[in-house]
């Protein structure tokens, strides 16, 4: 457990320090530090570089204490996620040494608001703390730790500014672990109906509406593409939609958020390899950071509605699962040549979309899809793809992503590209072919917005990492839960 409070000066009892410094602006008022950094610099072991850190222990007034020194490179070139990524890493080496009782020097700069120091702080802190080891017989012993941010005068941000800026970076990265906990968690224990649950039971902790449609609404609907991927499968599908209304005054105006939701993809016929398999429960990674961003949403009390919708199901294998070469419908009355099994995601986002625009009203729509490897290929796991049918929306969300370090970027969407997707004995088919595969996929989705202003996030390359990095564990990542969230509070302060 991690609890946060504020000090103005001292920082003296505490028996672990993080001291962020600017390259070359490295400024101490404590003689005994002063002298130390001095000499550091001159030895040429720390000069504020960016990532540099150097830490030792020193005793004062009887308190043993570890300093960790951290660099934040140039000051005209610092933002965010140089802050998230390197306070991270110097509160793991804390962590090390088994401090629990931690202060953390502010960052004092005009480049960045103090409260959005002290907030994307916070976030960095409990995200390193992250583990799932909820199947672990043993257990690794947490101890609780305590951090108190030193260092802010009144004259920079009001007392009570620094407690709501603490307390938003808590929930959201809050947010972003339950969309951690949820990737994390294996196919056998998340399926369709366990998410459903799942999502009732965060509703109501944290004040949004939240419907679970079974297969028999699924078919009234006419929602033939989202059946068709789920057929192979003895787990029921189930169409999640969540509501949140803070914004009473402008009911008609709704953000939509889908998100994709497949609990686990074997690729079905089109059968995936073993090692791609194992780690497909990540494939709801879209539909996670939809639930997380909502909770973050809905605890914040944005003055904005949000609604989203996740169709879950599992891509499996037997008698009655689809093929390729099959023809089926869709909600939107469109018809689709599949041509590839393992190309399930855009089918049942095709649902989505039509439903979310249809039947809950919408009037723009964020989509958030593990979609395509060649997602992965083009931009690595660094950076999110963007396919879009408006581009002040998407620049506003390429514009929002830079803040939180979630970066995007934004594909092109060319005409040509649309003709990769047009078949020859159905209005659609499920692949573009071996080129571009990222946009096709994009541009299949799309085809359901329709006119309707969308974004496609393919999120394959960043909603999970096979190896820790700072503060993104390893496994699910929680991207974009921050953007979206910070997306939807920057529409409620408009």
């Known amino acids: 457990m991690m609890e946060f409070g504020f000090k103005t000066k001292s920082c003296r009892e505490t028996s672990g320090v993080i001291m962020p410094f600017f390259e070359d602006k490295i400024i101490m008022k404590h003689e005994e530090l002063k002298k130390m950094i001095e000499h550091l610099k001159k030895t040429d072991k720390f000069n504020g570089k960016l990532g540099e850190m150097y830490n030792f222990t020193r005793e004062i ?27 991270s890493k110097a509160y793991k080496k804390l962590k090390e040494l088994k401090d629990t009782d931690i202060a953390v020097r502010m960052i004092r700069t005009d480049a960045i608001e103090t409260n959005e ?18 199947y672990k017989s043993k257990k690794e012993d947490k101890k609780d730790v305590f951090i108190s941010f030193t260092g802010c005068n009144v004259s920079d941000i009001e007392e009570e ?6 307390e938003e970076g808590i929930d959201i990265a809050n947010g972003v672990v339950i969309a951690r906990d949820l990737v994390n968690e294996p196919a056998n224990e998340m399926y369709p109906e366990v998410l459903g649950f799942k999502v009732q039971e965060l509703g109501e902790t944290f004040g949004f509406e939240v419907e679970v449609l079974g297969q028999e609404k699924i078919e009234e609907l006419g929602m033939e593409a989202f059946l068709s991927v789920a057929k192979g499968s003895t787990n029921e599908p189930k ?3 969540m509501r949140y209304f803070g914004d009473n005054e402008n009911k008609k105006k709704r953000l939509g958020l889908v998100g994709k939701g497949l609990t686990f993809d074997s690729g079905g016929y089109s059968l995936k390899p073993t090692d791609s398999m194992a780690t497909m429960k990540s494939d709801m990674g879209g539909a996670a950071a939809v639930i997380g961003a909502m909770t973050s949403i809905a605890k914040r009390d944005l003055k904005i509605n949000v609604i989203g919708v996740v169709a879950a199901c599992e891509n499996m294998i037997d008698g009655n699962a689809y093929k390729a070469g099959d023809i089926i419908g869709s909600m939107a009355g469109k018809t689709i040549e599949v041509l590839n099994t393992d190309a399930e995601g855009r089918l049942t986002l095709a649902d989505a979309m039509t439903y979310i625009k249809t039947e809950e009203k919408v009037t723009e729509i964020v989509e958030l899809a593990t979609l395509t490897g060649a997602a992965l290929v083009a931009l690595g796991e660094t950076t999110t ?4 049918n408006n581009d002040d929306l998407c620049s506003e969300v390429v514009s929002v992503s830079e803040y939180t370090g979630e970066r995007a970027w934004k594909l ?34 799309g085809e359901f917005a329709e006119e309707t202003p969308w974004v496609h996030m393919d999120i394959a390359g960043t909603a999970w990492t096979d190896k820790p990095v700072t503060y993104k564990g390893k496994g699910g990542t929680g991207v974009p839960v921050n953007t979206i969230y910070e997306l939807a509070k920057g529409r409620a302060n408009r």
């Open 412 to 445: 092109p969407a060319f005409e040509e590209y649309k003709e990769l997707i047009k078949s020859d004995i159905a209005d659609l088919k499920n692949i573009g072919g071996r080129y571009a595969g990222t946009i096709t996929a994009g541009l299949f989705v």
């Open 161 to 166: 500014d620094v407690k709501d800026s603490i």
């Open 385 to 388: 793809a963007l396919v879009t």
């Open 61 to 87: 007034d009887g308190v043993i204490q570890d300093i960790v020194l951290i660099g934040l490179g140039k000051e005209e070139e610092i933002n965010l996620e140089k802050i998230k990524v390197n306070i």
């Open 239 to 241: 169409l999640i939609v």
């Open 117 to 134: 120091i002290l907030k994307a702080m916070t976030i960095a802190l409990e995200l390193t703390d992250y583990t799932f080891d909820k």
